[in-house]
């Protein structure tokens, strides 16, 4: 079975940092491509970012292009989402997703986490 639990989610000042995990389970990690996807309150979905398999490649969204890095370490099946100068419009659920394919990591993954809270207040 696969799971995907993300974990690191908190309450930030606007400006902070904030660094989310992703741990994977029930699959061959290093298959698969990976990506961040959030839900503001009150929106839909908002792709954010995503990598390939090795980490070769990786893909942003404009809005966080700078400010936000994707990582991953496949000696620990995990994917990493670092967060830097934190907006207020980046306060959302946090969802982590699996795919096998790098373009459909970035648009209907087959595989979700359960998501974890960012909130970004002063």
């Known amino acids: 079975e696969v799971q995907l639990v993300e974990s690191g989610g908190a309450l930030v000042q606007p400006g902070g940092s904030l660094r989310l995990s992703c741990a994977a389970s029930?699959?061959?990690?290093?298959?698969?491509?990976m990506s961040w996807v959030r839900q503001a309150p009150g929106k839909g979905l908002e792709w954010v970012l995503a990598?390939?398999?090795?980490?070769?490649?990786?893909y942003y969204t404009d809005s966080v292009r700078g400010r936000f890095t994707i990582s991953r370490d496949n000696a620990k099946d995990t994917v990493y989402l670092q967060m830097n100068r934190l907006k207020p419009e980046d306060t959302a659920i946090y969802y982590c997703?699996?795919?096998?394919?790098?373009?459909?990591?970035?648009?209907?993954?087959?595989?979700w986490g359960q998501g974890t809270q960012v909130t970004v207040s002063s």
């Open positions: 997703a699996t795919d096998p394919s790098i373009s459909t990591v970035r648009s209907a993954p087959a595989y």
């Open positions: 029930g699959f061959t990690f290093d298959d698969y491509a």
């Open positions: 990598i390939s398999w090795n980490g070769g490649s990786t």
